[in-house]
């Protein structure tokens, strides 16, 4: 659990990565502030030139649009946009979380359906899990969705949802039976189309300025009844598999990349000694987290359960992303050519509050690597 | 490839089968008096370890330094990675010690007063001698209580001209005693906090501590990886770069990971009839040896200032 595999990128993927920058290159004009988090910027356009090269749900069967490639050319794709600071949002819940859910437990029809949209950047989706008195208890959720007759009618408040003012569905965890002393009985995931089905969705303005989570609201919202992901009831056992996918990527440890690379630039090319310290220690770390990361792509190539392997990589990238401001902060030059250093690091600590609550917050995982260590 | 991982993995078998019989705490504490412990020696010699690496073996320095974690978890109290890197660079010569170069002796050498052949690296110049029948003349320890002495350099010492960077060898042998050394500090923690009962309960049920544990966890995944990717770049022209990134980050967990485990073990760690200090003084001690964090981190910093922001990521990147 502890001994991650040795594994390489291939030379394979080293050439797609070569396209990817020649593709970033070209699309720089895309890129209007220099930060590498992968929740600031949602750029339809940008997704749907993504799209078109196939690296969105490019690990997916052809016949739903994708390229049927491997986690390690998905793994390259991700991290070179990430660390160029390319705006990602839109696509990205869809092609890293939604799109595999409807791939392994959807009906034919919902991959059919969402799955081809999804890779060609024109379907966006969010995440419905958090309520206003559910967190890290999910399983708490009181959002209902009652069956009539070929319908659901949903009632409830989802929070926290990321860009539902800007994208196209977002699939909630709802109750469909009453709660009962299985508490994680009982739950179904459901598609709502955010734009035609009447839920009311609100922005919520957070402390750095962005307007990118929501409140939305279900007041009699009716779906049809296909739109149920997988069996009703099954909710539970497919919203943790989904969690899975989240944990690993290099989203986890490149949030603050950016203020890495301007302060590698504020200190220039002959740095005092604790400047060329606070640079090395964080590639150091940089280093050993993104080799952990493709680890795990190599486990999920090979179908492995990865719950505690991503966990362990979600753990040390959040903590690493918090503190590497702080390094920053520090070594940087007092004055001199460090507007874009300040920029970069006032954005991104601003940000980074949310590094460790997202996908589950620092003391979720904790409990998850605990229960791997068999102390729960 | 999978041939030389069962071999590997053989070899690792019994060295742990050994060393779990033999390096128990009262041997652990004579040799902290500097008590050579000569019946260890035999059985790594009767076992072929000492000859670990070398071409006629058919074993290679994935093996070697595989076995030298191994050597950091049971906090086998021989000069291990000094022996078999000497052997690399001079040819197979009996227990041997390596230390640094300064001010014209040869300093902080494991186990001095007990080696027949000692190495002297000049860490500026790479410079390599070697010291046959080593005069002590200063015996001391580190803070672990492991050997470390002061050998004169005589006028006839040979000069000799090593592949690899000896220097950052030396610290990649301490990388792996350090990984090893600390899944030993993991699995310690987990047991007293699985045995220790408080409030009417084990204290490994209390969310402090299955959360403190969890970090020191993740601390010993990533010095493992770190440690292997060192270990991986030996022959390559990034390996002083690998080196760096790997010491320190291993000599960041140790901090960590010993900081915790002995909070979970609460006064009973701090005794010195607990065998805990045993491994976590010595992750200290290398954590210091052939350059710390700074040092290693410093190196790297440079090597990435100079290659100038918009490199970084390549940097990074390409060394999968």
Known sequence: ?376 | MSEQVDTRQLILDSAQKIFSDHCDKKLLDQAETGQFPDTLWQVVRENGFDQLGSYATGTDWNDLFAFVQTCGRFAVPLPMTETLLANQWAGAGGLSSIGEIIDGQIVSVPWGRSVSRVVGIEADTREVVVVESPQVVHQGSNMAGEPNDIIAIPDNAQKIEVPQDPYALSALGRINLMAGCLQTVLDLGIQFATERTQFGRSISKFQAIQHSLAVVAAEVAAALRAADAAVDAVSSDRFLDEVAASKARVGEAVGVVAEQVHQIHGAMGFTHEHQLHHYTRRAWAWRDEWGNEFYWQARLGMALAQLGADNVWDFIATRG
């Open chain 1, 1 to 376: 659990m502890l001994q991650f595999d040795r594994v390489s990128l291939t030379s394979q993927t080293e050439a797609l990565r070569q396209e990817v920058r020649d593709f970033l290159q070209d699309t720089k004009t895309h890129f209007p502030r220099p930060n590498s988090d992968f929740v600031t910027g949602h750029d339809p356009e940008f997704s749907r030139k993504l799209g078109a090269q196939g690296w969105i749900g490019m690990t997916w069967p052809e016949e739903y649009g994708g390229s049927n490639r491997s986690f390690f050319e998905r793994y390259v794709v991700t991290e070179e946009i990430l660390a160029a600071g390319a705006p990602v949002s839109a696509h990205w819940i869809a092609d890293r979380q939604s799109g595999p859910l409807l791939l392994r437990f959807g009906t034919s029809e919902q991959k059919q359906t969402y799955l081809p949209q999804i890779t060609r950047g024109e379907a966006f989706f969010s995440i419905g899990m958090s309520e206003p008195d559910t967190g890290s208890d999910l399983a708490s959720v009181r959002t209902t969705a009652i069956r009539e007759g070929d319908q659901y009618r949903i009632n409830g408040t989802k929070i926290w949802t990321t860009d539902a003012h800007r994208n196209h569905f977002i699939i909630c965890l709802v109750r469909t039976e009453p709660a009962s002393d299985n508490r994680h009985a009982g739950l179904s995931q459901i598609i709502v189309d955010l734009r035609n089905d009447g839920a009311q969705v609100r922005p919520i303005a957070n402390m750095a300025g962005g307007e990118d989570f929501n409140e939305v609201v279900f007041e009699d919202v009716f779906v049809p009844a296909d739109r149920v992901v997988g069996e009703p009831g099954n909710g539970w056992e497919q919203v943790t598999s989904e969690l899975a996918y989240e944990r690993s990527g290099p989203e986890r440890f490149l949030s603050a990349f950016r203020v890495f690379v301007e302060l590698v630039r504020a200190c220039g090319d002959d740095p005092a000694p604790h400047q060329a310290a606070a640079i090395g220690r964080i590639a150091a770390h940089i280093m050993t987290m993104r080799r952990m990361s493709i680890s795990v792509a190599g486990m999920l190539e090979q179908h492995k359960d990865v719950g505690v392997e991503a966990a362990l990589v979600k753990e040390l990238g959040n903590n690493f992303e918090k503190i590497l401001p702080e390094i920053a902060r520090l070594a940087a030059p007092a004055s001199g050519q460090i507007k874009a250093f300040r920029e970069t690091f006032e954005e991104t600590l601003m940000l980074s509050p949310s590094f460790t609550l997202r996908g589950g917050t620092r003391e979720i995982l904790r409990g998850v690597i605990a229960r791997g260590l068999g102390l729960r």
